[in-house]
């Protein structure tokens, strides 16, 4: 990282350090037991160094995505198995996610003052504060999100960047199988060699290749392990669930229980039958059944939750909540408002768009558009949002600079 003179290097190591300390600062203030999905990851990383096998309480192997509690595993081991030694890793995640969104919006934006508001933003961001906290996959795919975006705008067909995306992706994917369709702006820029058009050279289709191998050789470890747990190798086994619960008779652009689906009297007794792997892969035939089924019903309710999945946050007011909590939240709405209406403006600036604007709005469409096929809350965007502050901050810039040249012309 090259900075023009030492007060843009005093600027962004004092940006970075005030991230870091706020994060800090809430995990020091705030005390929140884990529960539900963020429970089930604790017990994922404890069941490993206690026993040596991964179990998240509910006796799934392979349900919850394995990368974070894997990355947390040797933290735990060495400094103690708590939770605040989990959440100062959160911390140090955090830190990092500043310095990459950094690093991005410099190449996107083109200026040191907007990079650094880039990264204000998103520094500020009640979510992004809040999660270090939790022991949320987030955490880390965050990061792993933007490693993958900084790559593919520096790419220009080395071997080492196309090594490094294969093991950032594969990383990315066993921390959140979200990120799959990103995958698609790594081909293009691979198949391009990070030019403007792809053609298809036997320079570029052999680097596909390698990155196609380096990603399988990092996944490989995991894989054995599930084919040694579940007599076969996946990723993850939620997918079938997901589709599931996002396409079936009673399905709702968000998130509902399995007990409000037809598998509500049966469910318990087929998962104790079937076991992990092929209760869930059944819950999969169902899904498609369904989708083939009624496929425009299918199409309308993916479109709902595409748009759905950009909602405001929600108040919760029919909820019992303390002044400080009231407080926060509908800070949170007014500030998701704001960049959300930011980023929604850069769409009227295309004309203007460059080939890495349209990379950073090629990786927010699909990670935006796979959550169509299952359910949308509110907490899944939270990966994209460094993007979307991004994305937003370039039109602040375009308001800023057109304002100052107004403001010339007067004089």
């Known amino acids: 990282m090259k900075f023009e003179n030492n007060i843009e290097a005093i600027s962004f190591y004092g940006v970075v350090t005030l991230s870091f300390s706020i994060k800090l600062v809430a995990i020091s203030v705030l005390s929140i037991s884990p529960e539900a999905d963020y429970l089930a990851y604790w017990n994922l990383v404890t069941s490993l160094l206690e026993t040596g096998v991964m179990n998240d309480g509910n006796g799934n192997v392979a349900f919850f995505n394995s990368g974070y509690p894997l990355f947390l595993a040797p933290f735990l081991y ?12 959160n911390t140090i995640l955090g830190g990092l996610s500043t310095v990459l969104l950094y690093c991005c919006a410099r190449i996107v934006l083109k200026n040191h003052i907007y990079a650094l508001i880039a990264c204000l933003l998103w520094g500020f961001y009640p979510p992004n504060i809040l999660y270090t906290e939790y022991l949320a996959k987030e955490n880390l795919v965050i990061p792993l999100l933007l490693s993958q975006m900084y790559l593919i705008l520096t790419y220009r067909g080395t071997w080492i960047k196309t090594f490094l995306l294969g093991v950032v992706f594969a990383t990315g994917m066993l921390s959140g199988s979200a990120i799959l369709f990103t995958v698609l702006p790594i081909v293009y820029v691979i198949l391009s060699l990070g030019k403007s058009s792809v053609k298809f050279s036997q320079a570029s289709i052999i680097r596909l ?3 196609g191998l380096v990603f399988l050789l990092t996944m490989s470890p995991w894989l054995a392990y599930t084919k040694s ?3 076969v190798a996946v990723i993850t086994t939620n997918s079938g669930f997901n589709l599931y619960i996002g396409n079936n008779p009673n399905s709702t652009p968000h998130f509902i229980s399995i007990t409000d689906t037809p598998m509500a009297d049966t469910w318990h007794a087929l998962k104790k039958e079937k076991g992990e792997f092929e209760s869930f892969a059944y819950l999969k035939k169902l899904a498609v059944d369904h989708i083939i089924e009624n496929p425009l019903s ?7 939750k595409v748009v759905l999945f950009w909602e405001p946050p929600p108040l919760n ?3 019992e909540q303390p002044i400080p909590e009231k407080v926060i939240r509908v800070a949170w709405l007014a500030y998701y408002c704001v ?5 929604l403006s850069s769409l009227f600036l295309i004309k203007n768009f460059k080939r890495e604007h349209y990379l950073v709005l ?4 699909l990670f935006c558009a796979i959550h169509g096929a299952v359910y949308v809350a509110p907490r899944y965007r939270l990966p994209i949002m460094p993007l979307v502050v991004l994305v937003g901050t370039y039109a602040l810039s375009w308001f800023i600079n057109s304002y100052v040249q107004f403001q010339n012309r007067r004089q």
């Open 339 to 343: 960049l959300f209406m930011l980023a």
């Open 209 to 211: 290749c390698f990155f």
């Open 229 to 231: 747990q579940l007599g």
């Open 78 to 89: 060495i400094f103690g198995q708590t939770q605040e030694v989990a959440q100062v890793v």
């Open 298 to 304: 299918t199409l309308s309710l993916a479109l709902q």
């Open 362 to 365: 090629s990786i927010i469409v």
């Open 317 to 319: 007011r029919h909820l």
